[in-house]
């Protein structure tokens, strides 16, 4: 992640893994109006590759390019061991809602841009599934700020259980209902920017 500085300024920097942070070495690395090229994504595991070009003030921007590309992610930027899980029978709950027209469950993060969409708003969390009592949880947690979500479905209808210092499937439900709204742009309209 450390790029190799003793061949710096380069004119292309192109990463063959997957990164869910661009390092700040990258585009020191890069000179004004060169281009990096790598695949951004999440711990949900959702990704775009994506062309930056190097402005002289030490800040890089651009757009995805499409196609749902996925790269193995970096090992430095591998999520944390998931460890022991919360005692998900606690914490608040509620139903859970994606917008009145749209998905009001965890299913909808089986959708590749929605779940980008999704990690935009909960960057360092997981996501797993359990069998338990037999019904099937969709789990979301963040080890690092103890905050999780768990989602699952009675009926039709979906509620989720949060706890932690973070509201995480709360941030999910209001990054994807304002995606939503303008009619869930395509990820290759979504603008990047690094520093």
């Known amino acids: 992640m450390a790029g190799h500085a003793a061949g710096a300024p380069y004119d292309r920097t192109v990463a063959t893994c997957g990164i869910v942070d661009l390092p700040p070495s990258w585009i020191e690395q890069t000179r004004p109006g060169g281009v990096i090229l790598a695949t951004l994504g999440g711990w949900m595991y959702s990704s775009e590759l994506a062309r930056l070009t190097v402005h002289e003030d030490g800040t890089a921007s651009g757009r995805f390019l499409g196609g749902q590309i996925s790269f193995m ?3 430095p930027q591998q999520p944390p061991p998931l460890g022991t899980l919360p005692d998900l029978d606690q914490g608040n709950e509620r139903q859970a809602l994606l917008g009145a027209d749209a998905d009001a469950d965890a ?3 089986n959708d590749w ?3 980008f969409v999704a990690q935009l708003a909960a960057p360092r969390t997981q996501r797993i599934t359990l069998d338990r009592d037999g019904r099937t949880e ?3 947690i963040d080890v690092n700020a103890g905050s999780w979500a768990a989602l699952t479905e009675t009926d039709g209808a ?3 259980r949060q706890g932690g210092p ?3 499937w709360d941030a999910i439900e209001d990054h994807v209902n304002r995606w939503r709204e303008p009619g869930a742009p395509e ?3 979504f603008t990047v920017s690094g520093r």
Do not use: E, K, Y
Request: net charge positive.
């Open 73 to 75: 992610l970096a090992r």
């Open 107 to 109: 299913d909808a993060l």
């Open 113 to 115: 841009n929605t779940r």
């Open 138 to 140: 969709h789990v979301l």
């Open 158 to 160: 979906w509620t989720v």
């Open 166 to 168: 973070d509201r995480i």
């Open 187 to 189: 990820l290759d309209r």
